[in-house]
């Protein structure tokens, strides 16, 4: 009678592919969620500041002025709360477009 055992790599062989494969997969889609990011702020020509009177205030880049002057209330509101500030205080201080 043959019998046949098994070798003693194959218990190590399926685990470091699953490994491997989750490696690569995890690496392309941080890759990826940064150039998106990136992307996003290459096309916005315009930026505000919000600071309340305690705390972090919040500067924000957008398409157009109104836009980036919300988008830096909203960021010193949420901002300033987590900080210990007043974010009922937040005033946008500065606000340009870059020609």
Do not use: F
């Not at 491997?20 to 995890?26: D, E």
């Not at 690496?27 to 500041?49: E, Q």
């Not at 988008?71 to 020609?99: F, M, W």
């Amino acid at each position: 009678m043959i019998v046949e055992t098994a070798r003693p790599c194959s218990s190590w062989v399926i685990p470091s592919l699953l490994a491997i494969s989750l490696a690569l997969i995890a690496g392309c889609a941080g890759k990826a969620a940064t150039a998106r990011y990136s992307a996003a702020s290459v096309g916005s020509a315009c930026y505000a500041k919000a600071l309340p009177t305690a705390g972090e205030g919040g500067l924000a880049w957008g398409t157009t002025l109104s836009m980036a002057r919300k988008k830096s209330l909203d960021n010193c509101i949420r901002y300033a709360g987590r900080s210990g500030g007043t974010p009922n205080t937040c005033q946008v201080v500065l606000a340009e477009c870059r020609h």
